[in-house]
């Protein structure tokens, strides 16, 4: 079954731990982002990956980390997590990133729900 | 800056009822728009995706029109069921040199009633 999976779904962690999550697509897709979903603010993009290697800021990528070693994956790091972090996070893969085609059409994840206290 | 709105927030129908979302955007620099669904506990599923050329697509009971110059799209719903009752979130690609990026509304939560 074609997905984009997230590991851990649901997180509770304390300030200044470190912690990866995961996402994972089988899609062969290019492109993948991840975004944050906080109320009343929608989803805005932390970071996006055009390609293997290829990796850059999206509108919130302050306190986060990405890399992107394998076409598949790409995770997300919090080097030192903060309450602000609290949110539900989802990754999102599409097979290309010219954004003017169907192919463009954004699969997400099923979100992983973060709380720092 | 590219901003997304949808109205109402919240709408509360009657089974059966035909029902239209709205979601208007200040740019139309917006390439492609994209309409999602949005389940409690889970991720976004999408349910259309119209391209910049067209106008409107269908799937099923939906119809979704985008109108770039009066920056506005509308997903209309017939024969509305229990089992729409969502968060729906419209999203428009915009082309920048980052690619695919998407600028999310915050979304109309639908409860289609008995």
Redo the contacts between chains.
């Keep these: 079954e074609a997905q984009v999976t997230q590991n851990p779904r649901y997180l509770i962690t304390v300030t200044g731990k470190k912690l990866t999550v995961t996402c994972s697509q089988n899609m062969n897709h290019e492109y993948m982002s991840w975004y944050r979903q906080d109320p009343g603010l929608g989803l805005r993009q932390i970071y996006y990956s055009m390609n293997v290697e290829v990796t850059d800021k999206g509108d919130v990528p302050e306190g986060y980390k990405v890399s992107r070693k394998e076409k598949r994956n790409f995770p997300l790091i919090l080097e030192s997590p903060s309450p602000n972090q609290t949110s539900l996070y989802f990754c999102a893969s599409s097979l290309t990133s010219g954004g003017a085609r169907p192919t463009d059409t954004q699969y997400f994840g099923p979100g992983t729900r973060l709380t720092v206290l | 800056k590219q901003e997304?709105t949808q109205i109402p927030a919240a709408l509360s129908v009657p089974e059966g009822e035909n029902l239209v979302l709205n979601c208007s955007f200040t740019d139309s620099a917006i390439?492609?728009l994209?309409w999602?669904r949005q389940d409690p506990?889970?991720?976004?599923?999408?349910l259309l995706?119209i391209?910049?050329s067209q106008r409107e697509q269908t799937s099923g009971r939906l119809n979704a029109s985008l109108d770039k110059s009066s920056g506005r799209s509308t997903l209309y719903i017939a024969a509305s069921q229990p089992g729409d009752s969502a968060t729906y979130?419209c999203?428009g690609?915009?082309?920048?040199g980052?690619?695919?990026?998407?600028t999310?509304?915050?979304?109309t939560q639908l409860k289609v009633e008995l």
């Design positions: 997304v390439y492609n994209q999602f506990g889970k991720g976004l599923t999408s995706l391209q910049s979130l999203a690609h915009i082309l920048t980052g690619g695919n990026k998407l999310f509304g915050t979304g």
